[in-house]
């Protein structure tokens, strides 16, 4: 006779209320149209391979024209400038007109630290994923 096995993996449900969710989360985090939403568009922005290259071309290069970045990315302008313009919606990038040429740049340290963050990450991780 075979002995059936249990599944690894069980589905359990808390019987009691949890007392942190009230407790610990913050209010912007609970309404739909708060922070949850504006911090699900800017990853939203990040996952796009153009999106990310470029974020990373600011990041190491600096504030660059939109030529260069397309030349850096290996993409072409127009397509670049559609990509910084999904990073600047989101409030990853801002961009200076200096004549007839539009220079773009990361929009602050916090952005910095997202990316930096992110490469660490994945130095850690790397191609496995875990």
Not at 23 to 30: H, I, L, N
Not at 64 to 84: K, P, Q, R
Request: proline share 2%; glycine share 8%; aromatic share 10%.
């Amino acid at each position: 006779m075979t002995e059936e096995k249990e599944p690894i993996l069980k589905h359990q449900f808390c019987q009691e209320e949890p007392k942190w969710a009230g407790e610990r989360v913050p209010d912007m985090f609970r309404d739909k149209a708060g922070a949850g939403r504006g911090i699900a568009q800017l990853f939203k922005a990040l996952a796009d391979e153009n999106r990310v290259r470029i974020a990373y071309i600011l990041l190491y290069a600096g504030e660059s024209c939109v030529c260069n970045i397309a030349e850096a990315a290996g993409i072409s302008v127009a397509a670049a400038s559609h990509h910084l313009r999904g990073l600047y919606m989101v409030g990853l990038a801002r961009y200076e007109k200096k004549g007839k040429y539009v220079y773009y740049s990361l929009d602050d340290d916090h952005v910095v630290a997202i990316l930096k963050q992110a490469e660490s990450h994945w130095n850690h991780v790397g191609e496995s994923g875990k």
